[in-house]
């Protein structure tokens, strides 16, 4: 799937393990926080694809940072994930703004089809198919088109590429892109995602991928 910013919300250590494991093995960059603080701290609209979140948190309740974060007019999409499964625990938790509901214990295949829902919901989308102007862009097989012709491209051009045609119409920093391509043990190269938007440039056209000084690249709807 494409390269997804998560944020984990969970303080059990065993299964927010796991569970960032299994979201990482499958292609997503993760960052695991424990509290409801760290979420209302973390400014998701800006740096997150999606949102995993459990309501048994200590500290401030799951279900409050959550208030906290529509309060804001965040729209990133959120799931909550929990061992509550009484009903008025879904119900409530829906109601302060949450996309969906998954119930412990979690399957990960699971997680995984509802976060790729949700993420297409959000991007207005009923395919992994990606397409603006005559750029395609396959966020499952990872193939890429101009017009009818396949292009090839390089793994860290899909990476960007990707991101970008996700947030078409919509500036992306270039710290949000290096965010996406590194981990955070990885020293960043200063000028990898010049480097890629000038192949991808080449490959696309040069009108493809715009520039802002201070606001950072966008390609157009």
């Given at each position: ?76 999409p ?9 009903q ?72 960007l ?6 947030r ?7 710290a949000?892109?290096e ?28 009108d ?14």
């Open positions: 799937m494409a390269p997804m910013r998560t944020l984990l919300v969970e303080d059990d250590r065993l299964l927010g393990s796991a569970l960032k494991r299994g979201l990482e093995t499958a292609g997503h960059r993760v960052d695991w926080v424990t509290a409801g603080d760290d979420l209302v701290a973390a400014s998701p609209a800006e740096m997150y694809d999606i949102v995993l979140l459990d309501l048994g948190l200590e500290g401030m309740p799951g279900i409050e940072a959550l208030r906290i974060l529509r309060a804001r007019h965040d729209d990133t959120v799931i909550i994930i929990t061992a509550q499964d009484r008025a625990q879904k119900v409530a938790g829906l109601d302060a703004g949450a996309d969906d509901y998954l119930v412990k214990p979690l399957d990960l295949d699971e997680v995984l089809a509802r976060i790729r829902a949700q993420v297409r919901r959000a991007d207005r989308r009923s395919s992994d198919m990606v397409v603006t102007g005559d750029i395609r862009l396959d966020l499952t097989g990872r193939v890429a088109w101009r017009g009818e012709e396949r292009v090839a491209i390089t793994a860290k051009e899909y990476r590429l990707a991101m970008l045609m996700r078409a119409g919509r500036f992306v920093s270039k949000d892109l965010a996406g391509l590194y981990d955070d043990e990885t020293e960043i190269e200063s000028n990898t995602i010049e480097v890629a938007v000038s192949a991808l440039r080449r490959k696309f056209g040069k493809a991928i715009l520039t802002a000084r201070g606001l950072g690249y966008m390609i157009p709807k």
